[in-house]
């Protein structure tokens, strides 16, 4: 059994620790209510709008938005992946990075597959193996609309310039602050809703439809790349506020049983005191 003293300075240790991961995770709550209420309000405009968009695609073929709606061989892959700058998240980045990799494995086997990183996590383990055109780590440190559309402006210039036949983005869906969803979504070419008599609309164009297309189409797509990082910010502090929480249970069990451990220790060191003295009385006596 350890000595005193080391267990003293394991609980002390502990207890450091503890005070550090309920203090990260009292952060990240607060962080994750922002970041919640951001995207919560987002989301209803960007599916509606992306919902438009792809109800407007089938009637542009061949038109303006063309260049964002034809079907290419796809030879060259371009995957987005979005993580975070920052670990102690649990799995939050690791699952990005495996969809990832699988999907270059299994999906995309002899094309061409590079990346974009959005996140350190991504720049820096992806990176190691795999061609990463760029990142943009930085958005983290302001992250809003401008910010965000050049992104989305620097994918658009690479599919319209033939660089890339097919632009996916892969992150983390915020469901709730316990539950993240890796999703994958084809960023471009925008794939047209299939239409029936029963979903189909009669759309009236003013002033002109190119001029819809022209100003309709690069807005939704800043818009849904906007979405999805909005939705991995907040689904990140989710993931490390519930790592935290789960950390910081592990820390408090672990004290607990250091503590009774001592305990232990230090009356099993009193009793053989005790007997010591006695031992030493009754030799006396004698």
């Known amino acids: 059994m350890a ?12 207890s450091s620790t503890m005070q550090i991961t309920s203090a990260m995770k009292m952060v990240s709550a607060a962080k ?11 989301r209803p405009y960007a599916n509606k709008l992306s919902e438009l968009l792809q109800n407007f695609s089938g009637s542009i073929d061949g038109e303006t938005g063309s260049k964002y709606t034809d079907k290419r061989d796809v030879k060259n892959v371009l995957i987005v992946a979005i993580t975070s700058n920052r670990g102690l998240c649990g799995a939050f980045n690791t699952n990005i990075i495996k969809h990832c990799l699988s999907m270059e494995k299994d999906h995309y086997m002899g094309q061409q597959v590079d990346f974009i990183s959005i996140g350190k996590k991504a720049h820096d383990l992806i990176g190691k193996r795999h061609n990463v055109i760029s990142d943009h ?12 559309a050049e992104i989305a ?11 890339y036949d097919k632009i996916e983005i892969v992150y983390n869906k915020f469901k709730n602050a316990a539950t993240q969803i890796v999703t994958t979504e084809q960023f ?7 239409q ?8 009236i164009f003013e002033p002109a439809k190119a001029a819809i297309v022209e100003q309709l189409i690069p807005k939704s797509l800043k818009t849904q790349l906007f979405k999805a990082i909005r939705d991995s910010f907040a689904s990140e502090h989710g993931a ?21 451990t001592y305990n232990q220790a ?9 007997l010591e003295i006695v031992g030493g009385a009754e030799a006396l006596n004698n």
């Open 3 to 14: 000595n005193l003293k080391e267990i003293r300075n394991r609980i002390v240790s502990v």
């Open 32 to 42: 994750l209510k922002k970041a919640q209420d951001a995207i919560t309000a987002m």
């Open 137 to 148: 780590s930085e958005i983290y440190d302001e992250l809003n609309f401008n910010n965000a």
């Open 153 to 163: 402006e620097e994918l658009m210039q690479l599919y319209t310039k033939g660089t």
């Open 188 to 194: 471009l070419p925008i794939v047209p809703m299939e």
């Open 196 to 203: 029936d008599s029963s979903t189909s609309a009669d759309y």
């Open 240 to 260: 490390r506020m519930t790592a935290m929480h789960k950390a910081t249970d592990n820390a408090t069990e672990l004290r607990d049983q250091l503590k009774l």
């Open 266 to 274: 230090r009356q099993a060191a009193i009793t053989n005191e005790i």
